[in-house]
């Protein structure tokens, strides 16, 4: 039977039922990508090791090799699911060693990329063989799957429309303590990871830094002992006294700045770029909501305070001393 003309009707993945299909898959990725191997980037379970995808586990089972960055944490994964794929060792320690090894590799056949837990590319080096296939050509093909830090966003509890991952914060104290100060203002929700040992600190810094923002501590997702904690920072200081296990921590982002803050910011930029009185204060009083009349009353009190003389304002200020001018405004 002819196949081709079913591969170019149909995704590989409609035809998974079918005896020949892993011939099927191929074939369509062949055609792909003539004469070019593909890196595979398999997620794997962070804990629960039903937490993996039939495609997950097909490609390991066709690849010729699958490179983990924990072979012990791999082969017990993949002698439950019965497979015999041969696994070679790739993580910080022998990465620069390993990636000749591995591309050569990729001129012969297919790579399958495993993460300790989880997925490739996030907190292992997985990115520096990416980068690698990338430019020698080759095809880096995502198979997703499990990730703990969108699994810990999303039972968080705080906004997810948009988060900034961090990853682990940097064990020196006085690092760390530099890293938050510089993150203090993001607005967005802010993902990191962290060690048992260095759980206290981290929650000590983070309310040094943020103050006492809400946020969840999440603690082994997807196994026996799962915690997900919901509260603030100085309420996770005193419940986690004695920590154990993996964690994630999801806390909110800054709020917003209180409103006269923020005009008196738009003020004093406009200011300095030399905007007249009466444009200024229409300009900031529609992107604040604030009063024209009160953010006028203000400009004029800052302009006071930074002349030479109480009476002595720029030009552009004395157009607005104009009576008519300002009751048009303030109206």
Same mark, same amino acid.
């Given at each position: ?10 995704? +590989? ?20 990508? +003539? ?13 629960? #090791? ?15 090799? !699958?490179?983990? =960055? ?18 070679? &060792? ?31 590319? !996030?907190?292992?080096?997985? $990115? ?36 900034? $991952?961090?990853?682990?914060?940097? /064990?020196?104290?006085?690092? @760390?303590?530099? /890293? ?17 040992? @260095? ?9 040094? &830094? ?13 196994? /026996?002992?799962? =915690? %997900?904690? @919901?509260?603030? !920072?100085? &309420? *996770? ?12 921590? %999801? %806390?909110?982002?800054? +709020?917003?700045? +209180? ?15 030399? #905007? ?9 009083? *529609? ?5 024209? @009349?009160?953010? $006028? ?16 304002? &720029? ?5 607005? /001393?104009?009576?008519?001018?300002? =009751?048009? %405004?303030?109206?």
């Amino acid at each position: 039977m002819n196949l081709l003309p079913v591969i170019f009707r149909c995704p +590989p993945s409609l035809l998974l039922g079918h005896p020949r299909a892993a011939w099927a898959t191929s074939a369509a990725r062949a055609l792909r990508y +003539p004469d070019l191997m593909a890196l595979y980037l398999v997620a794997t379970p962070i804990g629960n #090791l039903d937490d993996i995808t039939l495609r997950a586990l097909r490609i390991l089972r066709e690849v010729p090799l !699958i490179a983990a =960055e924990d072979t012990r944490t791999a082969r017990r994964l993949l002698q439950h699911y019965g497979i015999t794929t041969p696994v070679t &060792s790739y993580h910080e320690q022998n990465k620069r060693m390993k990636l000749p090894f591995l591309l050569a590799r990729l001129r012969e056949g297919d790579v399958a990329l495993m993460s300790e837990a989880g997925t490739p590319g !996030i907190n292992d080096p997985g $990115y520096e063989l990416v980068v690698a296939a990338a430019t020698a050509g080759v095809p880096v093909v995502p198979v997703p799957g499990p990730s703990a830090p969108v699994a810990a966003l999303i039972v968080s509890g705080l906004p997810t429309d948009r988060f900034v $991952y961090e990853g682990f914060l940097p /064990r020196r104290r006085s690092e @760390r303590q530099r /890293r938050l100060a510089a993150l203090a203002s993001e607005p967005r929700t802010l993902v990191f990871l962290e060690a048992p040992h @260095r759980l206290q600190e981290t929650l000590e810094d983070l309310e040094l &830094s943020f103050g006492n923002r809400p946020l969840a501590v999440c603690r082994e997702l997807t196994k /026996r002992h799962e =915690e %997900v904690f @919901r509260g603030d !920072i100085a &309420s *996770a200081r005193a419940h986690f006294r004695e920590p154990r296990g993996e964690f994630v921590l %999801v %806390v909110a982002g800054a +709020p917003p700045a +209180p409103a006269t803050e923020l005009v008196a910011h738009a003020i004093d930029q406009g200011l300095a770029a030399g #905007l007249p009185a009466t444009r200024l204060a229409a300009a900031v009083a *529609a992107a604040t909501g604030t009063s024209r @009349r009160a953010v $006028y009353r203000q400009i004029l009190e800052r302009t006071r305070a930074t002349s030479p003389s109480a009476g002595d304002v &720029s030009p552009a200020h004395k157009r607005s /001393r104009d009576p008519t001018e300002r =009751e048009h %405004v303030c109206r």
